[in-house]
């Protein structure tokens, strides 16, 4: 990666006469010497080119102090490797400071490296990337410090990323789903509160656009809300006892993970309504009649709100508050 014209990697193309070696390189003439190497005028995708080509090593020499966010690329590579199923080795060389900073020089501090390292931060970056870091030395009087790292598939970080794509996916479907369900809300004259407008709620009433044009009304039984405006949609906030001398027929809690404490709350000041609704798995429900995990647990008919199935790191063991739950 950052080969230049590519004089190390004709040097061990040489050495090994049966390897493959491909130069990565967009700011250069790579000289592959008749063919002896490969040349990529392009930047290094790890996302792309490791499951394409499948290195056994990956060698980055005087290229990482250059990059704004190091760490960033090392944990793509990981990545990468885990999704491709591909192991591989990294050797990493960078500048050394550890001596810049005993001696107090100022003047290795310039422009065109954005990163430095010492011997403790190269080997706690590729600590966190790596499944093993094989070595780290210094060279050139303690001016020069380089990595080997080793990188294994670890199937339970590509089982995260599925579920985090699953989730995205869920959410995009969720949020289609309830537009049309507000909308036939609005157009069915029901007259609609929400309850809630700062906070987790300001941010459900702007993720679904709930504008003040077809719900104008929003409460709140904290009277430090009451008096001002819902950030972004600009509903003035009224307080609670305004559903007892304007009944509405539809209440509709924005954060329904507090829904039964605001449910016993509307009962006791006994607030009219026809309907309670909340937002669950991307749909509007009716908050006495479907199911969901927000009832009060004198009421509750389904189970709590389950933990997300996230698989342990390696060998970690399930923390206490699993042992709480079951």
């Not at 967009?26 to 040349?39: F, S």
């Not at 290195?55 to 690329?73: A, Q």
């Not at 309850?195 to 709140?220: E, H, S, Y």
């Not at 607030?271 to 009060?296: A, M, N, V």
């Amino acid at each position: 990666i950052g080969c230049g014209e590519g004089h190390l990697l004709r040097s061990l193309a040489k050495k090994f006469p049966n390897g493959t070696f491909i130069g990565f390189d967009p700011n250069a003439e790579i000289e592959t010497e008749g063919g002896l190497i490969e040349a990529r005028a392009m930047l290094f995708d790890p996302g792309i080119h490791l499951g394409e080509i499948r290195p056994d090593l990956i060698i980055s020499r005087h290229v990482f102090e250059h990059l704004m966010n190091p760490l960033g690329f090392a944990q793509e590579v990981a990545f990468a490797a885990n999704v491709a199923d591909c192991a591989t080795k990294v050797f990493i060389e960078v500048p050394c400071i550890d001596g810049v900073l005993a001696a107090g020089r100022t003047v290795d501090f310039f422009y065109e490296h954005n990163s430095h390292f010492t011997t403790q931060s190269l080997e706690r970056l590729l600590t966190r990337c790596a499944t093993s870091v094989d070595l780290i030395e210094t060279s050139y009087n303690g001016e020069v410090i380089y990595g080997m790292a080793s990188f294994q598939p670890q199937q339970h970080q590509v089982e995260l990323a599925r579920q985090a794509v699953v989730f995205q996916e869920r959410a995009l479907l969720s949020a289609a789903q309830l537009a049309v369900q507000f909308e036939e809300l609005a157009e069915s004259g029901k007259r609609t509160a929400i309850w809630g407008g700062t906070g987790k709620a300001a941010a459900f009433i702007n993720q679904n656009q709930l504008d003040k044009q077809r719900f104008p009304i929003v409460i709140d039984s904290d009277m430090n809300k009451v008096g001002t405006f819902v950030p972004g949609t600009g509903q003035e906030i009224r307080f609670r006892d305004q559903l007892i001398v304007e009944p509405v027929e539809v209440i509709l809690i924005a954060t329904q993970w507090r829904a039964a404490d605001i449910v016993l709350e509307i009962q006791r000041n006994q607030i009219p309504f026809e309907t309670i609704l909340i937002e669950y798995q991307g749909q509007l429900i009716d908050y006495f009649h479907d199911k969901h995990p927000y009832r009060d647990a004198e009421h509750q008919t389904e189970p709590a709100v389950p933990r997300p199935q996230f698989l342990a790191q390696k060998n970690r063991m399930r923390d206490s508050i699993d042992t709480e739950l079951n």
